[in-house]
């Protein structure tokens, strides 16, 4: 290799290589190193103070409350998720045979939240769930429902929460589950009535699900990770409140880092946050290799 | 029967999906005498544009339109320039490092941008950068997620294609630009689209990265004006909600296909 061809491989991926290092790498190390320490944005000192603020997490009511709020939220989130985007692309795969126009129209409704800014979302969410001014509980209250404060009681605000994640994230898995069933080679059905299964359920439990076993596995994956971050709908509508009732592990990293300078404790919360990442793709890989091989 | 059953679950979960936008819509169109009324009503009795015009012309909407624009212009223009000539070379050239840097890119697209929040913060206040949309645009440079769909793009153009080129005397970067860029269009659209969508909604950094008012991209405007309007001004609050909102759910409608691929399945295919 000559000089000419190396100094060009340096520059086609010198820029990128730097910024990976700059933007990424040194970052996470510098991540890993400050969750050791008791380092304050702004204060003159830095002490190493070992597991401290892990146990400080780990052992607070404070830290376990987020950590168990976010899993919490996660646990309805992906069951919830992931079970009405396989509903809504299983019903709009069938009636795209008879009825496509209205099947693509219907489609684009239900992905919509993906594309919308889910602040702005956030903001009219707060609006129709308003005590007084909202049209949830004008319509609950003349129906003779409880009209409850959806986001300020302290027992209900994280289903709410949850129920807006459900809300945002449906579309986007059910683009995937259609991807998925598209590419079911119809041939399969034909074998599956010749063996018998002859009525919908039944066709479903022998050739779909299984054959959609690698994308509901993917779609449960990427909808964790995401459930994961929820940030935007907590900063916007409760900022964790009310009493830290909605607080999660992302709001906490930045309340504590950012709102109250703790750079150390909130740095041993990133890790923890970007361990458990790593934990699920980790699953995903592994259960992909172990189990899933139709094609 | 069956169908109209299907036909008619499916339809009621898609009001139940557009209820927030219909809302929203519907509370910018309504004056304020409407909003604050004990008889809440879904539709404006008498709609009016009013709280449009407040929201243009009174609020710093506007101004957060303008800044999201320039933050995710920016952060595509720089992620390309830096990612198209290396997604190249990772995909036609032989050089040494070349395994080592696509594991660092695979090893990248593990760790999401809450995780280098801090550091990032830390060496931007050291270096007097916070508040500025140098803050809000660099930190973006970096994209895993680009490089390796730009990588497994460029990687799908024959060979011969790029050794003529060569032949004919052209330069490498020239060969990333001229040949490989325009032959990976869709990929580039699927990615400015993927692009655009995350730093146009993201709160995150820009909550950490600037405290200017004036520097605001929309998500972080709302915001703004939301807490200094505290709910005496819902109609202005919405409008600006679905002038914000309206851009990229405008961009979806007109090109859902490339935006449902942008978004969703450039993740599966890779």
Same mark, same amino acid.
């Given at each position: ?32 190193? /400050? #969750? ?8 003159? =000192? ?9 146990? +400080? /997490? ?24 992931? =079970?009405?985007?396989?509903?809504? &692309? ?92 598209? #590419? ?23 050739? $779909? ?26 900063? $916007? ?7 830290? &009732? ?37 699953? +995903? ?11 | ?63 957060? /339109? ?11 223009? /720089? +992620? ?26 695979? #090893? ?56 003529? #080129? ?7 970067? &020239? ?16 990615? &400015? ?20 008012? +004036? ?56």
């Amino acid at each position: 290799m000559n000089m000419r061809e190396s100094m060009s491989t340096l520059l086609l991926t010198g820029p990128a290589a730097l910024a990976l290092v700059l933007c990424v790498f040194l970052p996470v190390a510098v991540v890993f190193v /400050l #969750a050791f320490t008791n380092y304050q944005i702004g204060a003159p =000192g830095i002490g190493w103070v070992g597991l401290d603020n892990f146990a +400080q /997490l780990f052992g607070s009511r404070m830290g376990r409350n987020a950590i168990l709020n976010t899993l919490t939220y996660v646990s309805i989130v992906i069951p919830a998720s992931v =079970g009405l985007g396989l509903l809504v &692309a299983l019903g709009l795969h069938a009636l795209a045979r008879s009825l496509p126009r209205v099947s693509e129209m219907l489609k684009a409704v239900y992905f919509l939240p993906v594309a919308a800014t889910l602040v702005a979302m956030a903001v009219s969410w707060q609006m129709l769930l308003h005590p007084s001014l909202g049209l949830v509980n004008t319509w609950s209250s003349a129906l003779g429902l409880p009209a409850p404060l959806w986001l300020s009681d302290r027992g209900l605000v994280l289903y709410t929460l949850s129920a807006i994640g459900i809300w945002q994230s449906v579309g986007y898995n059910m683009v995937l589950f259609l991807a998925g069933l598209a #590419a079911i080679q119809p041939s399969l059905y034909d074998a599956a009535e010749v063996d018998g299964a002859t009525s919908g359920w039944a066709r479903f439990w022998l050739v $779909t699900w299984p054959m959609l076993g690698p994308t509901t596995l993917f779609v449960m994956v990427v909808t964790a990770a995401s459930a994961f971050r929820v940030f935007e709908t907590v900063a $916007t509508l409760t900022k964790g409140g009310p009493a830290f &009732a909605s607080d999660t592990i992302v709001y906490a990293l930045y309340r504590e880092g950012f709102v109250y300078f703790k750079a150390g404790y909130a740095s041993a919360i990133t890790v923890v946050f970007f361990l458990a990442l790593l934990l699920l793709t980790a699953l +995903q890989i592994w259960v992909i290799e172990r189990k899933v091989h139709y094609r | 029967m069956k169908r109209m059953v299907l036909l008619g679950l499916l339809a009621l979960g898609a009001v139940v999906v557009l209820l927030p936008f219909i809302w929203m819509v519907s509370v910018s169109l309504k004056p304020q005498a409407e909003i604050f009324t004990s008889s809440v009503t879904l539709l404006p009795r008498a709609p009016t544009l009013a709280n449009y015009w407040q929201a243009i012309t009174q609020t710093a909407i506007p101004r957060y /339109l303008l800044n999201g624009a320039l933050v995710t212009g920016g952060i595509l223009v /720089l +992620q390309l320039l830096v990612s198209v000539p290396c997604a190249y070379a990772l995909a036609h050239r032989r050089f040494r490092g070349r395994g080592v840097l696509f594991a660092a890119i695979l #090893a990248a697209l593990l760790a999401p941008f809450h995780v280098t929040a801090i550091p990032i913060f830390l060496g931007l206040a050291q270096l007097g950068w916070l508040n500025s949309y140098t803050a809000l645009i660099l930190p973006f440079t970096a994209t895993a997620f680009g490089l390796f769909l730009l990588r497994q793009a460029f990687a799908r153009i024959p060979r011969d294609l790029i050794d003529a #080129a060569r032949v004919d005397g052209m330069g490498e970067m &020239a060969i990333a630009w001229r040949i490989a860029f325009p032959l990976a269009m869709p990929t580039v659209i699927a990615f &400015a689209i993927f692009s655009v969508t995350a730093h146009w909604n993201d709160l995150f950094w820009p909550m950490i990265a600037t405290t200017d008012p +004036q520097l605001a991209t929309p998500p972080r405007g709302i915001l703004f004006f939301r807490d200094a309007e505290s709910g005496d001004a819902p109609g202005p609050l919405m409008a600006g909600a679905v002038l914000v909102t309206a851009p990229l759910v405008l961009a979806f409608l007109l090109s859902q296909r490339r935006f449902t691929q942008g978004l969703a399945n450039t993740g599966l295919k890779g």
